[in-house]
């Protein structure tokens, strides 16, 4: 069994995935922090993400201990994934990695997996698909809210453009460009709190579950 979650940044498709993975006992996995360890692998070389060569070189030579450095939640990594996303060699080195995941979860009875492009590439016969989605201004304000308990200096007119920039470079590169599956159940949460958003994920996932 298979969920898959898209959406763009701070939609809270992190949070409902986890909550999700956890009620239904599957492994999760944050496809984003994925692409932002290869972003970061580059970047702290000094050099820029957008490089087609070196994201490529970073996105094979990728270990799992990448994916728990302690820099990859900041905006900077959020940029260079972002950046490093746009490259098709960047994606398609990392296409395996997730679907064994997919299809053999460490806990073998099923996996979450969230991202851009989880229902329309990676898992495109997923038989739950999830797109969660809300208005930029919301999504910047809880941008802030987490940067900020998180100690941090954040402003809310850069934090909603550099969103802008981010959402836009997602949604209009040729390669799994952010667009909702076919299929997606498509789940506003300009208006929910985290638990009503999962009240609506979780119907949604029961109707579609095979009864036992
Ligand atoms: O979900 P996130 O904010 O951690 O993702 C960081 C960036 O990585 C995002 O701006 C685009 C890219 N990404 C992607 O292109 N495809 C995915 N499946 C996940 C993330």
Redesign the pocket.
Same mark, same amino acid.
């Given at each position: 069994m298979i969920i898959a979650i898209?959406g763009?940044?701070?939609a809270g498709?992190?949070t409902l995935a986890r909550r999700l993975a956890a009620e239904l006992a599957f492994d999760y996995l #944050?496809?984003?922090? *994925?692409?932002?360890a290869v972003?970061m692998r580059v970047a702290r070389t000094g050099a820029d993400p957008a490089d087609p060569a070196l994201a490529a070189d970073a996105a094979r030579a990728l270990v799992p201990a990448d994916l728990h450095a302690g820099d990859l939640r900041g905006d900077d990594?959020?940029?260079a994934?972002?950046k490093?996303?746009?490259i098709p060699e960047v994606?398609a080195a990392l296409l395996d990695f997730?679907r064994a995941f997919a299809a053999r979860p460490p806990g073998g009875s099923g996996a979450v997996? #969230?991202?851009?492009? *989880?229902g329309t590439v990676?898992c495109p016969d997923a038989p739950i698909k999830l797109f969660v989605t809300a208005s930029l201004e919301k999504r910047a304000e809880r941008r802030v809210k987490e940067l900020r308990q998180r100690g941090l200096i954040a402003i809310q007119e850069t934090v909603l453009a550099e969103m802008r920039e981010?959402d836009t470079?997602?949604s209009s590169?040729s390669v799994?460009p952010?667009v909702p599956a076919d299929d997606a159940f498509v789940l506003d949460t300009t208006e929910l709190d985290a638990d009503a958003a999962f009240a609506a994920a979780i119907g949604f996932v029961r109707s579609r579950m095979p009864v036992d």
């Open positions: 898209d763009p940044a701070a498709k992190g #944050d496809t984003g922090q *994925i692409y932002r972003g990594a959020a940029q994934a972002s490093v996303a746009a994606r997730q997996l #969230d991202g851009r492009d *989880i990676v981010r470079r997602d590169r799994a952010l």
